[in-house]
């Protein structure tokens, strides 16, 4: 009797553990960075192209610039807060729906465990045991469910906030990327040279994501750069509409 408490002990800790965030995952966000690194700098990069080519001079350049970053990553960084927040909320709202299911339908629930583990390819009497240890405990039955059936995972505390910190700053950082050669140069060569170390970031960026993800390199990072500097691009076709023609 105490192996077999002792082995659903264990069968109801890797449950846990399955329904659990991977920790690394946690400390590195690789989607958040490329979000708001992405977002920063393509944006922006649009911003100065446009206000570049209506304009020759610099620091209108650059205080367009400025202004559309600033205002690019305390926007992003919100937008994360929120939408991190409303994530929060569903699994919240969903986890308390399938406790009243449990207490309601139980069979049906019963049921839905089982197919789930079947679908595993478990059968017979293992089959059997993994349902009655998991519905013997409404925890964890709540959690499989969440797990498995709506693909949700528990939230962390502070994951709001630090989603926001880390969006906000990677959206602070590219955008500024674009905007460094009008600290240095003309705006006649700085829109060349910004165009270029954009679409060489966001190939890099792509090339990464890649690496550390699924995909192919050198194809991710062709694509990132040919969107990314195509999108900005509009803004310099906005920017000659309404050029500020020459004073003689």
Do not use: C
């Amino acid at each position: 009797m105490s192996d077999l408490r002792i082995g659903n002990d264990k069968l109801i800790e890797q449950v846990r553990l399955h329904d659990h965030r991977d920790p690394h995952h946690g400390e590195f966000r690789l989607g958040d960075v490329i979000l708001g690194g992405q977002d920063g700098l393509v944006n922006v990069l649009g911003v100065i192209l446009g206000v570049a080519a209506a304009t020759q001079d610099a620091r209108i350049v650059i205080a367009a610039g400025m202004a559309a970053t600033f205002a690019e990553s305390i926007s992003m960084g919100a937008v994360a807060y929120t939408s991190t927040l409303a994530e929060n909320d569903l699994y919240h709202s969903e986890r308390e729906r399938e406790h009243r299911h449990i207490h309601l339908v139980p069979d049906v629930e019963v049921e839905e465990i089982r197919g789930i583990y079947r679908k595993k390819g478990f059968e017979g009497e293992i089959l059997e045991k993994i349902v009655k240890v998991i519905t013997s405990n409404p925890d964890v039955w709540v959690d499989v469910m969440m797990a498995e059936e709506f693909q949700l995972t528990p939230p962390e505390k502070s994951q709001a906030l630090r989603s926001a910190l880390i969006v906000g700053f990677s959206a602070l950082f590219g955008s500024l990327i674009p905007l460094f050669p009008f600290f240095f140069w003309t705006v006649r060569w700085s829109i060349w040279i910004s165009i270029l170390i954009a679409a060489l970031t966001l190939f890099i960026v792509g090339m990464y994501k890649a690496r550390v993800t699924v995909g192919r390199p050198l194809r991710s990072g062709l694509q990132m750069a040919v969107i990314g500097t195509v999108s900005a691009l509009a803004g310099y076709i906005v920017g000659l509409i309404f050029k500020v023609p020459t004073v003689p």
